[in-house]
Nanobody, 127 residues
Framework: EVQLVESGGGVVQGGGSLRLSCAAS????????IAWFRQAPGKEREGVSC????????FHADFVKGRFTISTDNAKKTAYLQMNSLEPEDTAVYYC????????????????????WGQGTQVTVSS
């Protein structure tokens, strides 16, 4: 059974940084696609970033581009989301999602492409 466990959330002042981790277990970590989504109170879940194993392609939503970076450590079976220059608007529960296939030349942050989800980790940015 595939399991994803997020960690690294917390409370930070605006302009600060956090690094979220997503530890994966239960799949071979061959082909994969991993993404981060977030959901703020009263809002729909939105895609933040994704990365694909086929060629390491990444995608970052415009609202985080230049501030957030997604990466993976295959040896540790862990994905990361480095978040810099955080803003109060980044406050949300952040979810890691994954599936056991891959794409070349890019990836997509649409929930329909991901079968496995973590439980989420809260990020709160104070002004």
């Amino acid at each position: 059974e595939v399991q994803l466990v997020e960690s690294g959330g917390g409370v930070v002042q605006g302009g600060g940084s956090l690094r979220l981790s997503c530890a994966a277990s239960g799949f071979t970590y061959g082909d994969y696609v991993i993404a981060w989504f977030r959901q703020a109170p009263g809002k729909e879940r939105e895609g933040v970033s994704c990365i694909t194993s086929a060629d390491g392609s990444t995608f970052h939503a415009d609202f985080v581009k230049g501030r957030f970076t997604i990466s993976t450590d295959n040896a540790k079976k862990t994905a990361y989301l480095q978040m810099n220059s955080l803003e109060p608007e980044d406050t949300a529960v952040y979810y890691c999602a994954a599936d056991t296939y891959s794409w070349r030349y890019g990836c997509y942050v649409d929930t329909k492409y991901y079968s496995y989800w973590g439980q989420g980790t809260q990020v709160t940015v104070s002004s």
